[in-house]
């Protein structure tokens, strides 16, 4: 399939996460996580890269060798400066859009992630999001940014939280950046689909195995008419502590 636009989906990676080390590898019916995000994206109409940016430690060498396994382009730099990292994965692959994904998301939907750069670019924004107010379950957010943007957040932003959290400059100066929230058509912002925790990685297991099939993809509404069907996946997870764009809701 011909890309239209040149967006470039920046997936953030690393082995070392202090809940939940390793959890990129962890296994959903038969392959990494990391495999599953990934995958996913290749479904997206409208991303025509992908790269993982990882950190220099050594624990992430494997990370690097997986993604040049599986034919991506691999940046590896700070592990805490994100913000940075993201920027120069952005100059190697000359990004002129770029959507943000982190590796803990495997149920992330094409069809959302295609909606929101479809927002950017027809409203010309410099920033477009699904997640302020979340409207979409935890684990469905969509950050999709132009490279100028992230350039002046990169020689700007002089805050550890916003260096960590990469977008967080745009969300705090909305006076700097042309920004839209995208809304679903119902709030189902209360439920968790994120893998942080064993727990998650539990309810994810079992999503995948109803859900999975090799060859194709799953997507919100599916995952919506399980929970629906079997309402008590949700429970599994639901003493988490979700994000705190998530736990001051309702």
Request: hydrophobic share 40%; glycine share 2%; net charge neutral.
């Given at each position: 399939?011909?890309?239209?636009?040149?967006?470039?989906?920046?997936?953030?990676?690393?082995?070392?996460?202090?809940?939940?080390?390793?959890?990129?590898?962890?296994?959903?019916?038969?392959?990494?996580?990391?495999?599953?995000?990934?995958?996913?994206?290749?479904?997206?109409?409208?991303?025509?890269?992908?790269?993982?940016?990882?950190?220099?430690?050594?624990?992430?060498?494997?990370?690097?060798?997986?993604?040049?396994?599986?034919?991506?382009?691999?940046?590896?730099?700070?592990?805490?400066?994100?913000?940075?990292?993201?920027?120069?994965?952005?100059?190697?692959?000359?990004?002129?859009?770029?959507?943000?994904?982190?590796?803990?998301?495997?149920?992330?939907?094409?069809?959302?992630?295609?909606?929101?750069?479809?927002?950017?670019?027809?409203?010309?924004?410099?920033?477009?999001?699904?997640?302020?107010?979340?409207?979409?379950?935890?684990?469905?957010?969509?950050?999709?940014?132009?490279?100028?943007?992230?350039?002046?957040?990169?020689?700007?932003?002089?805050?550890?939280?916003?260096?960590?959290?990469?977008?967080?400059?745009?969300?705090?100066?909305?006076?700097?950046?042309?920004?839209?929230?995208?809304?679903?058509?119902?709030?189902?912002?209360?439920?968790?689909?994120?893998?942080?925790?064993?727990?998650?990685?539990?309810?994810?297991?079992?999503?995948?195995?109803e859900l999975y099939k090799s060859g194709e993809i799953f997507v919100l509404n599916d995952i919506l008419k399980l929970l629906k069907e079997k309402p008590w996946l949700t429970e599994i997870n639901s003493n988490v502590k979700r994000s705190a764009m998530y736990s001051d809701l309702n």
């Amino acid at each position: 399939m011909v890309k239209k636009t040149n967006v470039t989906a920046i997936v953030q990676a690393r082995t070392g996460s202090t809940r939940f080390p390793n959890k990129v590898f962890a296994d959903l019916s038969g392959k990494p996580m990391i495999w599953h995000i990934v995958n996913r994206l290749r479904y997206c109409k409208k991303v025509g890269t992908i790269v993982l940016a990882t950190t220099k430690n050594t624990a992430d060498e494997k990370l690097e060798i997986w993604g040049r396994d599986n034919n991506l382009i691999v940046y590896r730099g700070s592990e805490n400066d994100v913000l940075d990292r993201y920027f120069n994965a952005a100059l190697i692959s000359k990004a002129e859009i770029i959507l943000r994904i982190t590796a803990d998301d495997p149920f992330r939907d094409p069809a959302v992630i295609d909606k929101v750069i479809s927002l950017l670019l027809t409203n010309k924004l410099d920033f477009a999001y699904n997640n302020y107010p979340p409207t979409f379950p935890e684990g469905l957010d969509v950050e999709v940014f132009t490279f100028d943007a992230l350039e002046k957040a990169q020689n700007e932003s002089t805050h550890d939280f916003e260096r960590e959290h990469v977008t967080q400059y745009f969300y705090r100066h909305p006076e700097k950046f042309k920004q839209e929230n995208f809304l679903n058509n119902k709030n189902v912002s209360d439920l968790r689909l994120t893998v942080d925790t064993e727990k998650d990685l539990e309810l994810a297991k079992l999503i995948y195995k109803e859900l999975y099939k090799s060859g194709e993809i799953f997507v919100l509404n599916d995952i919506l008419k399980l929970l629906k069907e079997k309402p008590w996946l949700t429970e599994i997870n639901s003493n988490v502590k979700r994000s705190a764009m998530y736990s001051d809701l309702n």
